[in-house]
């Protein structure tokens, strides 16, 4: 069976019909399923069903011979509902009991030919319907000279968690078993929604009888007992199993998540895995995750672990850091540590009673062991890069000496404050200033002068409904625009249209995207946003409104709890909220309407997810009101503190340290435009707190385009990688633009003059817009942040030309900023944290070679890799050589010249053993050569003669004039 050793899943999808006939009669059926999660292989099976005894004939998995024995099937009745089970519901279970009692749930529950003992074994205890939803539990006991060693008990249909046996009382009889379990149910990141454990308390009497060849022993019996208030009761099945031996030397990993106190936010996962040779424990790593993968994992002292059966159980000393990325780096607490194993299944828990908020006090999980002592990490032949380093460095700058503290009432404080405003005033007089004026007028329609008469009559929904609407339509950031014009006249007539835009939102009018929308929004990352925008316009006019007014809109913005667009209807959505439409997506079915609560993390979704950034525009609009007349203070406390324990998580599960996105480009743009730039910008005007330059993490949100940007014709071209988007920087919509406005007030002054050369070489002779392309709020953004004094420069000797983000795995190098001839090449191992969505470009490669106004994509084996060495050169030039598991492989980029043209590539190794698509012509080109026993893959790049790419002497490769080798793993110029 694939999988081999270890614990994996079997998921099938069955279909059949029952035609009429005879009892007896044998009815063939066709299934089809995966191994799932750590064999990803597809298999079909069939199944030959008896009508009349139920029982399974056989069972041929593709590729595996022979056939199992007669199964007899225990349950023909629900025991709850006292009613008989539907043919479908019958034969489902009929299936998964085979599967579950020939090994195929289980490996180390086999079918021999003489059963084994019951009480030296390892057995699996099917308890039908006791889990919410109906669903079923299984538990695996182990048993030793009559005495239970350890047991873990989990069901897949009720959530992915493991569950524990917290006391027991099972008696060994002669022929069966009696007695009691009490299981500790735990929670897992979805299930239960309020993340808290439950008892479930059960009483059994069971019997083993042997099968009808006397080869195999099943478990038969029933159980009644409690879990939490409610009575069950029913049937189980199952069967004893030879217990797996060979287990001395293991490493075991759980991912363990966290039990939520009541009301509190979403926390970290952690993964904790140790090593184990016979009785010592030799090393352990905790690291953090939300989703898929650990970037990052710390060792902690072992010492104080024991190692007893299947057990490993005691106390370590762990940094707090391993458990919250924004904690003190320098906090530490002891905690307790759990792993029990039962043949590949791993459950395990770490119990922190003394961490405080906002850390979890206990997590719980699931996970696998692997046979076979492993070495230190960092002690292999060739260790990970960067793996085991986590960030340590604060997160934020603190206010300098002269900042002062915003009071109660005080507005403007978001962008800039009152004492700023005559430098704005002088800077709208600027050339720069008047064209981005200038914009704004048109972008708010009537020249600003007045409302606008165009607007989006389209109903809300969560995805956009075009057609796209033209400049000057209304939208939500209306009133911030008006907002800036007053602040730059002083005339309240633009406080007035301010205040119309704001009280049409609020009265439901569409913004020209039907995604954005006060009343039904269509999802938090809307909402959020939304937020953030009718916080700006309350900040820039709140003393030209009247009081009643700006309060009105405060309490809006701290009470806000509209429902998404999926319920919206027009008719009754202020008085109830309507059934869910029939496609609402799964992450919003317990939505009921999304708040301040909600989006300072009680969403579910992972910091990589695209939606996560766009959540912290509730945070600006909190920084706007927070102490000002009316609001609840000790509300709004909670809430930037919240917020604000997020933005660490975003920097490091999400964005990395050269600003990738987990989830790719364009997802990270929405990220990042649509809610954390302008969180940011306001955090540090109103707080002093700077989040944006104390690190690499959140600048390089912003350089990373700087690197990526190539100009193609009318538009900007970049390496796309992601679900979302294209290789097309638009500038277009909320989520498309932004990267200017923005940008100038999110990166260190020493980085203005190769923001500002990028802008006026690639981005200006496009859209000339000065970073507000569509929107009136980026206008705002733009004024304020954009340098009027600074001579733009060449990014060479401001920004590297090659660049690593280590959290992500993404190598990108560049030979110049110049025209749309520049090269850039690039490399996404997709090692990092995860969002929902995969970095695999559709068509487009892992490897992606771009230059001359062309690019290749070449889907390497590459992904997941870890890279072991990695050399750069000033010119851009770099040396990788990666591993995954027992793959290799070495990536060399040369932007020398030596060669004779301008840039090179070559790679070998199991990891690039797939060859590039084959490129004959123009100025990208593609050679094989073998060399010293290796295949070695080479492109060039050049708009004129490509050299001749050959094998050299001494296994040596020839590129042109100069020759590479392969030497202690890296691909070298030698």
């Known amino acids: 069976m694939p999988g081999g050793n270890g614990f994996f899943v079997f998921h099938m999808n069955l279909f059949a019909s029952f ?33 009349h005894s139920r029982d399974v004939r056989s069972f041929n998995e593709k590729g595996i011979r022979g056939a199992l024995p007669k199964v007899a099937l225990p349950m023909t009745t629900n025991p709850r509902k006292r009613k008989p089970l539907s043919p ?19 490996p180390g529950i086999s079918l021999s030919a003489e059963p084994p003992d019951p009480g030296n074994a390892t057995w699996h205890i099917a308890v039908s319907g006791v889990m919410p939803n109906d669903a079923d539990l299984d538990i695996y ?34 022929d069966g078993f009696s007695g009691e379990m009490t299981f500790l149910i735990t929670p897992d990141r979805w299930v239960p929604s309020d993340g808290q454990t439950s008892l479930l308390r059960l009483s059994f009497e069971g019997r083993f009888e042997l ?125 307790d540590i759990g792993l029990i194993r039962v043949q590949g299944l791993v459950g395990g828990w770490i119990r922190a009673p003394e961490v405080p908020a906002p850390i979890a006090k206990a997590f719980y999980g699931r996970g696998t062991a692997d046979r076979g002592a492993r070495s230190h990490p960092l002690e292999s032949e060739n260790p990970p890069l960067w793996r085991y380093q986590p960030e340590t460095s604060g997160w934020y700058r603190p206010p300098p000496d002269e900042f002062q503290a915003v009071e109660p009432g005080e507005h403007p404080r978001l962008l800039f404050r009152a004492e700023d405003v005559p430098a704005l005033r002088e800077k709208a007089e600027t050339p720069e200033g008047r064209a981005i004026v200038e914009r704004l007028r048109e972008l708010l329609g009537e020249d600003g002068e007045a409302m606008t008469e165009r607007f989006n009559e389209r109903e809300p929904h969560n995805h956009f409904r075009g057609p796209e609407h033209p400049i000057g339509t209304f939208t939500m950031w209306h009133g911030a625009g008006f907002g800036l014009l007053y602040q730059l006249t002083g005339e309240e007539k633009y406080a007035d249209l301010a205040r119309e835009a704001v009280q049409l939102a609020f009265e439901g009018k569409m913004d020209r995207d039907n995604r954005y929308s006060w009343v039904a929004p269509g999802t938090g990352l809307r909402a ?62 317990d939505v009921e309407g999304f708040s301040l609560d909600y989006l300072s993390g009680r969403t579910g979704y992972p910091p990589g997810s695209n939606h996560y950034g766009a959540f912290l525009g509730g945070f600006t609009a909190v920084l706007a009101i927070h102490g000002d007349p009316g609001t609840d203070t000790a509300f709004l ?56 330059t104390a690190t690499s993490n959140a600048e390089w949100v912003t350089l990373k385009w700087i690197h990526m940007l190539i100009p193609r014709g009318d538009r900007l071209w970049h390496p796309k990688r992601g679900v979302y988007g294209s290789d097309h920087f638009s500038g277009i919509g909320q989520s498309g633009s932004g990267e200017f ?54 990014q060479s000797g401001i920004l590297p030309h090659a660049i690593v983000d280590k959290v992500h795995g993404y190598f990108a190098t560049r030979n110049r900023w110049q025209d749309e001839n520049d090269i850039h090449i690039s490399l996404a191992l997709e090692n990092g944290p995860t969002g929902y969505h995969t970095l695999r ?100 790049l050049s708009e004129e003669e490509h050299p001749e790419v050959r094998s050299g002497d001494d296994a040596h490769i020839q590129v042109g004039s100069q020759r590479f080798a392969l030497h202690e793993g890296l691909l070298t110029a030698r």
């Open 637 to 692: 406390d909670e809430r930037l503190r919240e917020f604000e324990h997020n933005i660490p998580r975003l920097l490091t599960q999400g964005f990395g340290d050269r600003g990738f996105y987990a989830e790719g480009d364009h997802p990270g743009r929405i990220s990042a435009n649509v809610g954390m730039l302008e969180a940011l910008i306001a955090l540090r005007n109103v707080t002093g707190r700077d989040y944006l």
């Open 88 to 106: 479908m519901l019958r034969l489902k279970r009929a299936v998964g009991s085979l599967l579950t009692l020939t090994g195929f749930l289980f």
């Open 528 to 589: 959020g946003t939304i937020l953030g925008g009718i916080a700006l316009a309350y900040d820039l006019c709140y003393h030209a409104w009247p009081e009643d007014f700006r309060q009105e809109v405060a309490l809006r913005l701290q009470n806000y709890n509209q429902p998404p667009a999926s319920q919206y209807d027009p008719v009754n959505l202020d008085e109830e909220l309507v059934e869910l439409q029939k496609d609402i997506p799964a992450y919003l079915r």
């Open 741 to 794: 406005a923005y940008g100038f007030g999110s990166v260190s002054p020493r980085y203005h003059p190769a923001l500002l050369w990028v802008y006026q070489n690639f981005e200006h002779p496009v859209r000339p817009h000065y970073g507000a392309n569509t929107y009136p709020h980026r206008a705002v953004h733009s004024l304020v942040h954009w340098p009027v004094d600074v001579e733009p420069a060449n």
């Open 211 to 335: 099968s009808d060849d006397g080869e195999n022993r099943w478990v038969r019996g029933s159980y009644e007992g409690s879990y939490d208030d409610r009575e069950v009761s029913g049937n189980l099945g199952g069967g004893v199993g030879e217990t797996e031996t060979e287990w001395e030397q293991k490493v075991m990993r759980a991912r363990v998540t966290p039990v939520k106190e009541e009301g509190a936010p979403d926390s970290e996962e952690i993964q904790l895995t140790v090593a184990v040779d016979g009785d010592q424990v030799l090393w352990g790593t905790v690291g953090v995750s939300w989703h898929r993968n650990v970037p990052r994992e710390s060792f902690f002292d072992v010492s104080g672990l024991k190692v007893e059966d299947g057990k490993v159980k005691g106390s370590a000393r762990l940094a707090a850091i391993d458990f919250f990325p924004g904690a003190d780096p320098e906090a530490t607490f002891d905690v």
């Open 141 to 174: 006991p182990t048993f030793k000279d009559g005495s239970l060693q350890q047991a873990l008990a989990t069901s897949r249909r009720y959530n992915t968690s493991i569950h524990f046996i917290e006391k027991e009382s099972l008696v060994l009889e002669e």
């Open 841 to 940: 470009p559709r068509g487009r490669g892992v490897l992606i070679v771009a230059g001359f106004g062309t690019h290749l994509g070449w889907s390497t084996r590459s992904f997941g890799a870890q890279p072991v060495a990695w050399e750069t050169e000033e010119d851009g030039s770099f040396r990788l050589a990666l591993r995954r598991g027992e793959r290799e492989g070495a990536l060399t980029v040369d932007f020398s010249g030596d060669s004779g043209v301008a840039g090179v590539l070559l790679a070998t190794g199991e990891l690039f053993d797939q060859p590039p698509s084959e490129s004959n012509s123009g100025p990208i080109r593609t050679h094989q050569v073998e060399a010293g026993g290796h295949t070695v893959h080479v492109i060039t």
């Open 19 to 51: 035609p009429e006939g005879p009892r007896g009669t044998e009815h063939p059926i066709q299934c089809q399923g995966s191994v799932h999660p750590y064999a990803k292989k597809r298999v079909g099976f069939d199944v030959l069903l008896t009508h």
